[in-house]
């Protein structure tokens, strides 16, 4: 009889488990960032409009890396603003 233990040391399901894994991670991480950039700001400057909420969760890794530590140096709502439309200007 085929068990679930035989199943998991085929070669197929190794690799699809590693490929599913590695999505995971690829997608999980940034979406984990986002959430917590947006407790930050919103803990900073009261509730953001779903349109500036989209252009965050949108950004890729790189740029919530930056988001991050510029969190840091904002003081009002517009240099959030700010910084997103220079961030969108240097994703073109």
């Known amino acids: 009889m085929f068990t679930m233990?035989?199943?998991k040391q085929t070669r197929v399901y190794q690799?699809?488990?590693r490929e599913a894994l590695a999505k995971g991670r690829n997608e999980?991480?940034?979406q984990g960032e986002a959430r917590a950039i947006l407790r930050l700001l919103?803990?900073?400057f009261g509730s953001l409009s779903p349109e500036l909420t989209q252009q965050i969760?949108?950004?890729p890794a790189e740029s919530l890396d930056?988001?991050?530590d510029a969190?840091?140096?904002m003081q009002e709502l517009d240099d959030l603003i700010g910084w997103l439309s220079r961030a969108q200007l240097s994703l073109v």
């Open 5 to 7: 233990g035989d199943l």
């Open 15 to 17: 690799d699809a488990y």
């Open 28 to 30: 999980g991480i940034p």
């Open 42 to 44: 919103s803990r900073k």
């Open 57 to 59: 969760t949108a950004l």
């Open 66 to 68: 930056n988001l991050t």
């Open 71 to 73: 969190i840091l140096d």
